[in-house]
Structures are given as C-alpha cells and as structure tokens.
C-alpha cells in the first residue's frame, strides 16, 4: 500500500510539471498561459500545504484586470478540480480555497458570479467526491463535499442579498441605509437565505481533529471569516424587523421566529466548529432578546384574540337567551273580560269553526 501511494504521488507530481511546461510552451494566449501556471502551482500534489500567499495573490491581480481574465481564472480553478484521472482531496482542498480567495478578494466579477450561481446549485459538482487512496484522504473528501457546498451556497445567498459577502463595512452600511425600505417580503427572503448559509455551516465533517492539519484549519479560517460577516448581516435585518415588530402580522410573526430558533439551534455546533473564536456575543444577545420579545408578542396577541373570542361568545349568548325567553312566553290567545262575560268567546269560536270548515 505504501509502495504503490509513493509511485502515485510521484506520476502525479510529473504529471502536474508536464502541464506546467506545457502551459509555458503554449501558443494560446499569454494571459490564459499564465494563469493556469499559477493555478497549478497554487494546488500543487506535492505538498499538504495551503497555497502559498503570492499565488493567490498572482491569481487576483489577473481577476483585477479584466472581466476576461476573471473569468479565465474561475474556468481554470474548476477544471482542476474535474479534469484529473484519479481524485485527489488535497489538490481539491487548494483549488477550493484558491477559488474562495478569489471570490472574496472582490475579483469575481459580479456578473461573472451571478451567472455561475444561476447556472444550478450544485455548479462544483463535488458532492460525491472520493478520494480512496488512503483513510484520510477519504476523510478529507468528507470535507472536499462540504466545502464546495458551503462556496455555493456564499454565491447564492450573494445573489440574493445583492452584494458579496467580501463586500467593504461601507458598501455594508449603504446597503444597510436602503434596508428601511425594504419590502417584508424581501427582508424575510435574505434572512431565509442567511440562516440556511448558516446550518450549511453547521453541517461541517464532525472529524474536528482534521483541523490541526494545515490545508483544513486554512479552510475553517476562511469560513470563519465568513461566519462573521453573515453574522452581520442577519444582524441589521433582524434589527430592522425589530423596529417593524409590532406591524407584523401573525404569520409573519410565526416565520421569524422559526427563523430565531433554527439560529439558536445552531449555537452549540457553531461554538464547537470555530471554538467560540467566530462567536461574537452581541449577536446572539440580540437573537436571544429578539426571540423573547417575539414570544411574549404572540402570547399577547393570542390572549387578546381569546379574550374577543370569550366576548363574541359571551354576547351571542346573551342574545341567544333573550330570544329564548321571548319564544317561551305563553300565547295570549284569549282576552278575558270582567263580569265573566263570554259572549266574546262565542264569537271567537264561531269565527274559527267557520274558518276552518
């Protein structure tokens, strides 16, 4: 087993210097050469070391260029992440944390993302990635899953927020501004779209341990990163509906604080996965205190729903007995005169019998 991994690792890394030479020598355009030199560089089999910083950097000074060469760059990344004989999870591990450098470096053109993100949801293709050459590299595929699905889902939740999630503290705060005329509809939108980011956080490999390794504990690092800034911006949504409280209906009640409690359920896990270094407490006093006030909003409201109830019911009855002491009353049929005089009577009596002969 150990004899055949060797003669692996070294075809593999022949086989990466075969596409470096080849890139050099390649009459196709230079800024496409280049790129994919720094790509295979940066996700090199040689190593189980994150990219090295002047690669990422090399890589998002060609993104910065043009829209072209962002778009090189992200075409590169995913075919190596595909476009290889045997898996392999480290060099899927690099290309994957190439790729969220780029996206949060601000070179991924919007455009660009916006049609990656929209062409499906699962556009890595990694969810059944496989790496059997040995017991942890199976395990770093667990990771290699969950990691191209966290990407995806940061692009998605970008789309729907309408700016990146590597976007400034200012351009955070414009949009901040713009949140006071936002639709309830539209606010309830992003904040679906914020706590599923989160619970995809949450469903991490449970291999803790794997983060005293390098390329995994750079992974968590960026995702940490993340982490915060998501933090963030479920924070100034909450904080606007919470200034809207008492102008939401019940349904809408209902739904934000499902929303509440599925981000409390992810506390502990959260807190384990970045060992409370992404916890910022503020947050979640916030969440907690927003979910009280939720709670005794609703028990109010349905106190005083059955309160109207109990007087609907109260009055409708009261009604109800007034009409059934007036249908009980006996029917003055007869009109007796003094003097017991029947003459009356007799009349009456003949009037009927005529009547119904």
Not at 202 to 225: F, G, K
Not at 330 to 346: G, K, M
């Amino acid at each position: 087993m150990g004899h055949s991994k060797k003669l692996k690792n070294f075809h593999s890394i022949l086989k990466d210097k075969a596409k470096i030479i080849k890139a050099k020598l390649s009459i196709t355009n230079h800024t496409t050469s280049s790129i994919q030199i720094v790509v295979l560089r940066a996700t090199t089999r040689t190593t189980h070391s994150p990219p090295h910083d002047h690669l990422i950097s090399a890589l998002i000074a060609f993104g910065l260029t043009t829209q072209y060469s962002a778009s090189a760059c992200i075409s590169t990344i995913i075919n190596r992440l595909h476009h290889h004989n045997q898996p392999n999870a480290y060099v899927a591990l690099k290309s994957l944390i190439t790729l969220h450098h780029f996206i949060t470096s601000g070179s991924f053109v919007h455009k660009e993302q916006t049609y990656v993100s929209n062409t499906n949801f699962g556009f890595l293709n990694l969810s059944r990635f496989v790496d059997n050459t040995d017991m942890q590299s199976k395990e770093f595929s667990l990771w290699v899953q969950w990691y191209a699905r966290f990407l995806e889902t940061n692009l998605s939740i970008s789309n729907i927020l309408g700016c990146s999630l590597s976007s400034s503290k200012a351009e955070i705060d414009k949009k901040k501004e713009k949140l006071k005329f936002s639709l309830y509809m539209d606010l309830f939108k992003e904040i679906e779209g914020l706590v599923s980011t989160i619970e995809v956080i949450c469903t991490a490999p449970q291999s803790l341990h794997c983060q005293r390794n390098d390329i995994i504990y750079e992974v968590m690092r960026l995702v940490r990163e993340d982490y915060r800034i998501i933090q963030y911006h479920t924070m100034i949504r909450l904080t606007e509906l919470s200034n809207r409280i008492h102008k939401l209906s019940d349904s809408e009640l209902k739904e934000l604080t499902r929303s509440l409690e599925r981000l409390e359920s992810c506390k502990e896990r959260l807190g384990q996965l970045f060992l409370n270094r992404g916890r910022i407490v503020s947050f979640w006093n916030f969440e907690s205190e927003l979910l009280r006030k939720l709670m005794l909003l609703r028990k109010d409201r349905e106190m005083k729903l059955v309160s109207w109830k109990m007087i609907e019911y109260a009055t409708e009855s009261t009604q109800l007995n007034k009409q059934i002491i007036i249908s009980s009353r006996p029917l003055e049929l007869l009109t007796f005169v003094e003097n017991n005089d029947w003459s009356s009577f007799d009349k009456v009596n003949q009037s009927f019998c005529v009547d119904t002969a």
